[in-house]
């Protein structure tokens, strides 16, 4: 038998491995970000025969596989807290001294949403159902990226 195709055959590769990649958010994903970034709204796709309006917005429908690449609409980005959590160990298992709260957040006129962190919301003021609208950076400080999202804050 070989013994490179055998676990007890392994080898340590040392020194540095030379990887370039190019990672994209896929057609679907580029253009909901550069409309995000342009017009503060979000960029849906719909499926009419499934009746879905998809957020992340999609090319191709999941459950008929119709193409969707030429239905292209833009709703508001505000919607309702479906589901939270209240955050309060950082990634080093310390105590945040302000507790931060994660939402997901269904988008109004869509049957998808996005997580993001509810801002100037402390953790006893927040619920299910509460109605919010997204944060995003400044329009000079915008990139066409996730974190253009700032996060959801309460809508009055």
Not at 15 to 43: I, K, S
Request: proline share 7%.
């Amino acid at each position: 038998m070989n013994p490179d195709l055998h676990a007890g055959g392994a080898r340590v590769w040392r020194g540095t491995m030379p990887v370039e990649f190019l990672y994209t958010a896929g057609a679907a994903g580029e253009r909901f970000f550069d409309t995000l970034r342009r017009r503060d709204v979000f960029a849906v796709t719909r499926c009419e025969a499934c009746n879905l309006t998809y957020l992340p917005p999609r090319l191709y429908c999941e459950r008929c596989f119709d193409d969707l690449s030429a239905t292209w609409h833009e709703v508001p980005p505000v919607g309702r807290v479906h589901t939270f959590t209240v955050v309060r160990i950082d990634g080093t298992g310390r105590p945040l001294q302000i507790p931060e709260i994660v939402a997901y957040v269904r988008i109004d006129g869509t049957d998808g949403g996005m997580v993001g962190r509810l801002l100037q919301v402390a953790p006893d003021d927040v619920s299910i159902d509460m109605p919010v609208r997204a944060v995003l950076a400044p329009r000079r400080k915008r990139r066409g990226i996730i974190a253009d999202l700032l996060g959801f804050a309460r809508r009055r």
